[in-house]
Protein backbone atom coordinates (compact mmCIF):
# COMPACT_ATOMS: atom_id res chain seq x y z
CA UNK A 1 0.00 0.00 0.00
CA UNK A 2 1.24 3.86 -1.04
CA UNK A 3 1.77 5.28 2.32
CA UNK A 4 1.35 9.05 2.27
CA UNK A 5 3.05 11.42 -0.08
CA UNK A 6 3.69 14.57 -0.16
CA UNK A 7 4.77 17.10 -2.84
CA UNK A 8 7.12 18.70 -3.96
CA UNK A 9 9.80 17.38 -1.66
CA UNK A 10 11.85 20.06 -2.05
CA UNK A 11 10.61 24.31 -2.38
CA UNK A 12 13.13 26.94 -2.82
CA UNK A 13 11.37 30.24 -3.16
CA UNK A 14 11.87 33.78 -3.10
CA UNK A 15 10.36 36.11 0.00
CA UNK A 16 7.16 37.26 -0.60
CA UNK A 17 6.00 34.21 -2.93
CA UNK A 18 3.19 31.84 -2.26
CA UNK A 19 3.86 28.35 -1.65
CA UNK A 20 1.59 25.58 -1.85
CA UNK A 21 2.14 22.33 -0.01
CA UNK A 22 0.27 19.20 -1.11
CA UNK A 23 -0.11 15.93 0.66
CA UNK A 24 -2.78 13.10 0.03
CA UNK A 25 -2.94 10.77 3.10
CA UNK A 26 -2.63 6.97 3.21
CA UNK A 27 -6.03 5.60 1.25
CA UNK A 28 -9.49 5.02 3.89
CA UNK A 29 -7.77 7.14 6.67
CA UNK A 30 -10.15 10.11 8.33
CA UNK A 31 -7.13 12.20 9.65
CA UNK A 32 -5.02 14.39 8.37
CA UNK A 33 -2.41 16.48 10.30
CA UNK A 34 0.21 19.40 9.15
CA UNK A 35 3.35 19.64 11.05
CA UNK A 36 6.29 22.09 10.94
CA UNK A 37 9.74 20.79 12.19
CA UNK A 38 12.89 23.28 12.65
CA UNK A 39 16.04 22.88 15.03
CA UNK A 40 15.16 25.45 16.87
CA UNK A 41 11.20 24.29 17.63
CA UNK A 42 11.46 20.90 16.68
CA UNK A 43 8.20 18.81 15.70
CA UNK A 44 4.86 21.08 16.24
CA UNK A 45 1.49 20.22 14.86
CA UNK A 46 -0.11 23.29 12.61
CA UNK A 47 -3.66 22.17 11.77
CA UNK A 48 -5.54 18.49 11.61
CA UNK A 49 -8.64 17.62 10.22
CA UNK A 50 -10.80 14.80 10.99
CA UNK A 51 -13.33 13.99 7.81
CA UNK A 52 -12.11 16.38 5.96
CA UNK A 53 -12.97 19.32 8.40
CA UNK A 54 -10.51 21.30 10.48
CA UNK A 55 -10.95 20.25 13.81
CA UNK A 56 -7.91 22.20 15.42
CA UNK A 57 -5.43 25.24 13.48
CA UNK A 58 -3.95 26.78 17.25
CA UNK A 59 -0.95 26.00 16.05
CA UNK A 60 -1.18 27.96 12.52
CA UNK A 61 1.38 30.42 13.04
CA UNK A 62 -0.29 33.45 11.52
CA UNK A 63 -2.72 34.30 8.50
CA UNK A 64 -0.26 33.76 6.19
CA UNK A 65 -0.88 30.11 6.59
CA UNK A 66 -3.78 28.31 5.69
CA UNK A 67 -4.79 24.93 5.03
CA UNK A 68 -7.81 23.28 2.75
CA UNK A 69 -9.23 20.02 2.68
CA UNK A 70 -11.49 19.38 -0.12
CA UNK A 71 -11.89 15.42 0.00
CA UNK A 72 -10.69 12.76 1.54
CA UNK A 73 -7.85 12.03 -0.84
CA UNK A 74 -6.16 15.99 -0.67
CA UNK A 75 -4.83 18.61 1.15
CA UNK A 76 -2.80 21.61 0.97
CA UNK A 77 -1.19 23.91 2.78
CA UNK A 78 -0.58 27.08 1.59
CA UNK A 79 1.68 30.38 2.71
CA UNK A 80 1.06 33.57 1.30
CA UNK A 81 3.43 35.32 1.22
CA UNK A 82 6.05 33.60 2.51
CA UNK A 83 9.36 34.87 4.48
CA UNK A 84 12.58 32.98 5.56
CA UNK A 85 11.58 32.21 8.90
CA UNK A 86 8.96 29.84 7.32
CA UNK A 87 12.08 27.75 6.12
CA UNK A 88 11.67 24.55 7.34
CA UNK A 89 10.43 20.79 6.78
CA UNK A 90 6.70 20.08 6.65
CA UNK A 91 5.58 17.02 7.36
CA UNK A 92 1.64 15.21 6.43
CA UNK A 93 0.35 12.35 8.72
CA UNK A 94 -2.66 10.40 8.34
CA UNK A 95 -4.60 8.00 10.60
CA UNK A 96 -7.90 6.46 11.13
CA UNK A 97 -9.74 7.18 13.68
CA UNK A 98 -12.60 5.01 14.37
CA UNK A 99 -14.26 7.54 17.19
CA UNK A 100 -13.97 8.47 20.56
CA UNK A 101 -12.08 8.18 22.29
CA UNK A 102 -9.33 9.14 19.98
CA UNK A 103 -5.95 6.17 20.02
CA UNK A 104 -5.02 6.43 16.46
CA UNK A 105 -1.56 5.73 15.42
CA UNK A 106 0.07 8.74 12.60
CA UNK A 107 1.76 7.90 9.65
CA UNK A 108 4.01 10.47 8.46
CA UNK A 109 5.04 11.34 4.60
CA UNK A 110 8.33 12.39 3.53
CA UNK A 111 8.10 15.93 4.20
CA UNK A 112 8.65 18.81 2.01
CA UNK A 113 12.08 20.84 2.73
CA UNK A 114 10.72 24.21 1.72
CA UNK A 115 13.53 27.09 2.11
CA UNK A 116 12.37 31.23 1.24
CA UNK A 117 15.35 32.95 0.39
CA UNK B 1 0.11 20.01 30.63
CA UNK B 2 2.21 17.01 29.11
CA UNK B 3 5.90 17.12 28.53
CA UNK B 4 8.02 14.76 26.96
CA UNK B 5 12.23 14.65 27.38
CA UNK B 6 14.82 13.12 25.75
CA UNK B 7 18.03 13.81 27.64
CA UNK B 8 20.49 12.59 25.23
CA UNK B 9 20.90 14.63 21.87
CA UNK B 10 23.13 12.50 20.23
CA UNK B 11 24.62 8.73 20.67
CA UNK B 12 26.58 6.32 18.94
CA UNK B 13 26.90 2.80 19.01
CA UNK B 14 29.07 -0.18 16.91
CA UNK B 15 27.58 -2.37 15.07
CA UNK B 16 25.88 -5.23 16.18
CA UNK B 17 26.09 -3.95 19.75
CA UNK B 18 22.75 -2.96 21.45
CA UNK B 19 21.69 0.75 22.55
CA UNK B 20 19.28 2.75 24.41
CA UNK B 21 17.68 5.62 23.85
CA UNK B 22 15.94 7.37 27.04
CA UNK B 23 12.39 9.24 27.66
CA UNK B 24 10.86 10.61 30.27
CA UNK B 25 7.19 12.09 29.86
CA UNK B 26 4.99 13.83 32.60
CA UNK B 27 1.36 14.17 32.72
CA UNK B 28 -1.24 12.90 35.31
CA UNK B 29 -3.45 10.96 32.98
CA UNK B 30 -3.60 7.67 33.53
CA UNK B 31 -4.13 6.31 30.35
CA UNK B 32 -2.42 6.85 27.32
CA UNK B 33 -0.31 5.97 24.30
CA UNK B 34 3.78 6.64 23.87
CA UNK B 35 5.94 5.58 20.40
CA UNK B 36 8.87 5.66 19.43
CA UNK B 37 9.40 7.09 15.46
CA UNK B 38 12.46 7.18 13.70
CA UNK B 39 14.05 9.62 10.99
CA UNK B 40 16.38 8.76 9.01
CA UNK B 41 18.57 10.87 6.42
CA UNK B 42 15.74 10.68 4.24
CA UNK B 43 13.20 12.63 6.37
CA UNK B 44 10.82 10.23 6.40
CA UNK B 45 9.12 9.59 10.03
CA UNK B 46 8.49 6.25 10.54
CA UNK B 47 6.86 4.51 13.07
CA UNK B 48 9.09 2.05 14.95
CA UNK B 49 7.00 1.15 18.24
CA UNK B 50 3.77 1.81 19.92
CA UNK B 51 3.15 1.29 23.72
CA UNK B 52 -0.10 1.42 25.38
CA UNK B 53 0.04 2.50 29.38
CA UNK B 54 -2.86 0.49 30.11
CA UNK B 55 -0.72 -2.70 29.10
CA UNK B 56 2.37 -4.15 31.58
CA UNK B 57 3.90 -6.17 28.84
CA UNK B 58 6.22 -4.03 27.12
CA UNK B 59 6.07 -3.43 23.35
CA UNK B 60 8.32 -5.43 21.10
CA UNK B 61 9.05 -5.12 17.37
CA UNK B 62 11.98 -7.36 16.01
CA UNK B 63 15.58 -5.79 17.16
CA UNK B 64 13.21 -3.27 18.90
CA UNK B 65 11.97 -2.91 22.42
CA UNK B 66 10.85 -0.51 25.09
CA UNK B 67 11.17 -0.53 29.15
CA UNK B 68 8.14 1.03 29.73
CA UNK B 69 8.02 2.36 33.79
CA UNK B 70 4.91 3.71 33.97
CA UNK B 71 5.44 4.92 38.00
CA UNK B 72 8.48 6.27 36.87
CA UNK B 73 7.41 7.70 33.80
CA UNK B 74 10.54 6.61 32.04
CA UNK B 75 9.75 5.31 27.80
CA UNK B 76 13.41 4.08 26.63
CA UNK B 77 13.89 2.03 23.30
CA UNK B 78 16.26 -0.86 23.23
CA UNK B 79 17.82 -1.27 19.59
CA UNK B 80 19.32 -4.88 19.38
CA UNK B 81 22.03 -5.91 17.04
CA UNK B 82 22.61 -2.28 15.77
CA UNK B 83 23.15 -1.76 12.21
CA UNK B 84 24.27 0.62 9.89
CA UNK B 85 20.65 1.44 8.50
CA UNK B 86 19.47 2.10 12.35
CA UNK B 87 21.26 5.47 12.04
CA UNK B 88 18.69 8.11 12.22
CA UNK B 89 16.85 10.60 14.51
CA UNK B 90 14.70 9.33 17.03
CA UNK B 91 11.72 10.41 18.63
CA UNK B 92 9.67 9.42 21.39
CA UNK B 93 6.08 10.63 21.29
CA UNK B 94 2.86 10.80 23.96
CA UNK B 95 -0.62 10.76 23.29
CA UNK B 96 -3.71 10.81 25.64
CA UNK B 97 -7.12 9.44 24.18
CA UNK B 98 -9.01 12.17 23.13
CA UNK B 99 -12.74 12.19 23.84
CA UNK B 100 -13.21 15.93 22.12
CA UNK B 101 -12.03 17.88 19.49
CA UNK B 102 -8.14 18.47 20.74
CA UNK B 103 -6.09 15.53 19.35
CA UNK B 104 -2.02 15.77 19.20
CA UNK B 105 1.01 14.11 19.48
CA UNK B 106 3.70 15.27 21.88
CA UNK B 107 6.98 14.78 20.54
CA UNK B 108 10.47 15.21 22.38
CA UNK B 109 13.13 16.96 20.67
CA UNK B 110 15.26 14.17 19.54
CA UNK B 111 18.05 11.41 20.04
CA UNK B 112 20.59 11.43 17.05
CA UNK B 113 21.58 7.93 16.92
CA UNK B 114 25.01 7.27 14.70
CA UNK B 115 26.09 2.94 14.36
CA UNK B 116 29.48 2.76 13.67
CA UNK B 117 30.77 0.17 11.31
Known amino acids: DAGVIQSPRHEVTEMGQEVTLRCKPISGHNSLFWYRQTMMRGLELLIY????????DSGMPEDRFSAKMPNASFSTLKIQPSEPRDSAVYFC???????????????FGPGTRLTVL | AQTVTQSQPEMSVQEAETVTLSCTYD???????LFWYKQPPSRQMILVIR??????QNATENRFSVNFQKAAKSFSLKISDSQLGDTAMYFC??????????????FGTGTRLKVLA
Open chain 2, 27 to 33: TSENNYY
Open chain 1, 93 to 107: ASSFSTGVPRTDTQY
Open chain 2, 93 to 106: AFMKPSYSGTYKYI
Open chain 2, 51 to 56: QEAYKQ
Open chain 1, 49 to 56: FNNNVPID
